[in-house]
């Protein structure tokens, strides 16, 4: 059956009128008349870049993507641990699986599953791999059948081809093989015949933001546009998604309608028909075995109990369907500490939380309930200060050692990957198993180091502070700093300040020997070998401290944002680390506009600016790309009520005559198909004709929203915005 999911909506307010745009012929993504201009644009910037030590630099960068020396990070299917992995040798990459007893080794034993290079050679397609989703086996046989995800260019829209790992090839769609066209959307395996797709392709419709609208159920061998519908959304919503848990004994279908980015309603499939699970729709939740787990955006109220945004609440998945409304509190946060995510291994829950942007992991025992119905909490001793630290199971469901593994090892499901790094500690990958104390609801836990990243940079000579800056409403925002460990304080060191403040994403400490090498060590000519300052700020719109932290920098209120990035300008300035002169900033996507507003709302603050894959241009977001579904965090420009907050934080809109402006550097990618190269464009244009010095612009042409496919890409990306601050920024 299909259902659709509705929501009411009151009288809509006149449309507000555009303003004139002399640049809308930039629109045209793929034109020849718009190519021909971002190919001079390229040109001219690429002039600029090419003296002094870029080339030194792109290489040094390009050392660290492509280092042998790297961690391999695996994730656990069945008896084996797959990895994706590039190198020079091996630019798009091998989907590749090991034992666990060879990855171990300092030099593992890689079964070479698919050759992403071969295959777009072989096929004239430059393929990205984007992942693969395997189909659960049944009857003790091993993972076998994957759903493999390639875009031909680097953006969101994916092809699915099965693939089979036991011959090392796609299964032939002539023979039944799956093979779903590239389009933007999700798949899940229902069972061995039956796909459950979410998509694009093949006609079916999609919503306003350019994601799929409907669900279907896809049998093998049926085309397409054939499959039976099973779920649809209204138009305006963001995007539906049907999925399938294939958990023995708990096999559950859901359908998800993601409203916007912050509301959404869960159905549960329940004798053929949709039964919607019944929470706010702005209450995450999640389902595990016997568990439904909740989180709150804002407080919650169910029961006549309060439940402060951010906390984390577990009831059991039937008893909430019978509708009780018992809720079991695991969570909550405080002025200080927020819950970032958390896993399950088999018998116990790991919460990984940020205490002033520090992490914090817990271990819970559904086990060992105390009077008041809470699980017993064991801190789990692995996190230094100023450090990110994130545990996670390798396989709740693992009961057997697979090949190679040691006999002891994970038979109850209970071992746990722990991943920790700082920005002057390389990441280490460490393995651990959780056990019940005896006679205690004490959980202990056992780690050991399984590999270690080399160091790219003589990180022992610098150090990390955290400081605090003071907003304009007086909020103290946290920053970090790191720098030489013999900085002179003299307002003359080249600091480059970095941000997001958005979607509820932290910025957490982590290491990085691309800005080790091409900007920490980077040394000033001359008597002055003073290297680069590093700082990254905390502001509101991040998760740093939950919900609430983010929501007070939502639509009308985004320029708490900025006046906190501002803050910690300042702030840097004041402590005499840098000057105006000598401070640049640097931001992506959402932190493109985040940077945009600084370049005009704050342009006396800063020498230089680099904002890549931005917005802009608010007027416009919600009809280029994926920009409709972004209403939920900035507002939408159509309401002439909202437009009166956003035009204040439009940057396309900002620009003045006879203002000072920094230098600036803009930078996309044409195949960027969620916020799209059309708005960077266009600022540019913009910048140039109104006489502004200084401005550069640079468009990928492949890559998508991280604007690269692959390490060569990467490098180029990084070298350029890391040299065209350094330029900017470095001079007496």
């Known amino acids: 059956m299909t259902t659709t999911a509705e929501t009411g909506q009151g009288p809509a307010e006149p449309i507000a009128p555009e303003p004139t745009d002399e640049n809308a012929w930039l629109e045209d993504i793929h034109g020849e008349e718009q190519l021909a201009w971002v190919r001079e644009q390229n040109a001219r910037t690429e002039d600029l870049l090419d003296g002094d030590d870029y080339a030194a630099v792109e290489a040094g960068i390009l050392e660290v993507l492509d280092s042998t020396d790297r961690i391999a990070m695996v994730g656990k299917r069945g008896g084996y641990y797959y990895n994706f992995w590039k190198d020079q040798e091996h630019p798009k990459g091998l989907w590749r699986r090991t034992t666990w007893d060879s990855y171990k080794a300092d030099e593992p034993e890689w ?85 459950l797709v979410s998509s694009t392709a093949a006609g079916l419709p999609a919503t306003s933001s350019s994601y799929a609208r409907t669900g279907v159920k896809l049998r093998r061998g049926q085309l397409l546009d054939d499959a039976e519908r099973l779920f649809e959304i209204p138009e305006d919503h963001m995007l539906a998604m ?61 029961a006549g109990t309060v439940h402060p945004a951010g906390s984390l609440l577990a009831a059991r998945f039937n008893d909430w369907l019978a509708g009780s409304r ?48 809470s699980w017993a909490s064991t801190l789990l001793d692995a996190c230094p200060p100023l450090h990110d630290v994130n545990a996670y199971a390798v396989d709740d469901e693992d009961s057997l050692p697979g090949p190679g593994d040691d006999a002891s090892l994970d038979a109850a499901g209970n071992d746990f990957w722990l991943v920790a790094t700082g920005f002057t500690t390389p990441t280490t990958l460490m393995r651990g198993t959780l056990t019940a104390a005896s006679g205690t609801p004490t959980v202990v836990s056992s780690h050991a180091v399984v590999k270690q990243s080399p160091s790219f940079f003589n990180d022992e000579l610098y150090e990390v502070q955290q400081h605090f800056a003071t907003s304009a409403d007086g909020t103290k925002v946290p920053y970090f700093q790191v720098a030489a460990k013999d900085l002179v304080l003299d307002g003359r060191n080249p600091t480059q300040l970095s941000g997001y403040g958005g979607f509820e994403v932290s910025r957490t400490p982590a290491y990085s020997g691309t800005i080790g090498r091409a900007w920490l060590e980077r040394r000033l000519t001359g008597a ?116 009166e907050f956003i035009k204040t934080f439009s940057p396309y809109h900002l620009l003045r005559d006879g203002v000072d402006y920094p230098e600036t550097f803009i930078w996309t990618a044409t195949s960027d198909d969620r916020v799209g190269p059309v708005q960077a464009r266009k600022m540019a244009a913009r910048m140039q004709a109104m006489g502004i010095p200084n401005v550069w612009f640079h468009e990928a042409l492949e890559g998508g929203h991280a604007g690269a496919s692959d390490n060569r890409q990467a490098a180029a990306l990084q070298a350029r915005s890391n040299h065209f601050l350094w330029q900017a920024l470095a001079g007496a």
């Open 242 to 302: 049907v999925v399938h848990d294939a958990t023995p004994g708990f096999e559950r279908t859901f359908a998800v309608d993601y409203i916007d980015f912050y509301n959404r309603q869960t159905w549960l499939m329940q004798d053929g028909r949709w039964l919607a699970i019944d929470v706010p729709t702005d209450v995450n939740i999640s389902a595990h075995r016997g568990w439904l787990l909740f989180r709150p955006r804002n407080d919650w109220e169910p």
């Open 528 to 643: 002055d070998a003073r290297g680069g300052v590093y700082v990254v700020a905390n502001i509101r719109g991040g998760g740093e401290y939950g919900p609430s932290w983010h929501r007070a920098a939502l639509q009308e209120n985004r320029h708490r944002a900025y006046e906190d990035f501002a803050a910690v300008a300042k702030d840097l300035v004041t402590r005499g680390v840098t000057s105006r002169r000598h401070l640049g900033c640097v931001g992506g996507s959402n932190g493109g506009l985040l940077v945009g507003n600084m370049l005009t709302r704050y342009p006396e603050l800063f020498g230089a600016v680099s904002c890549g894959v931005p917005l802009l241009d608010m007027r416009r977001y919600t009809k280029l790309s994926a920009g409709y579904s972004w209403i939920a965090e900035y507002g939408d420009p159509d309401v002439p009520s909202q437009w």
């Open 326 to 373: 018992e809720l079991t509190v695991l969570f909550t946060p405080d002025e200080r500490t927020s819950l970032q995510s958390w896993s399950w291994t088999r018998d116990y829950l790991l919460l990984n939380l940020l205490r002033d942007v520090s992490s914090e992991i817990r271990v819970l025992d559904p086990s060992q309930a105390g009077p008041d119905g």
């Open 111 to 195: 079964d070479v599953l698919l050759d992403i290079d071969a295959l777009a050679a072989a096929e004239d397609q430059e393929w990205v791999f984007h992942g693969a989703t395997f189909l659960r086996p049944r009857d003790g046989d091993d993972y076998r059948h994957a759903m493999i995800a390639l875009s031909p260019d680097g953006g969101d829209a994916n092809c699915y081809r099965e693939f089979d790992v036991a011959t090392r090839s796609f299964v032939d769609p002539v023979g039944g093989g799956f093979d779903i066209p590239t389009a933007k959307g999700n798949i899940s395996w229902l069972d061995a015949d039956t796909l």
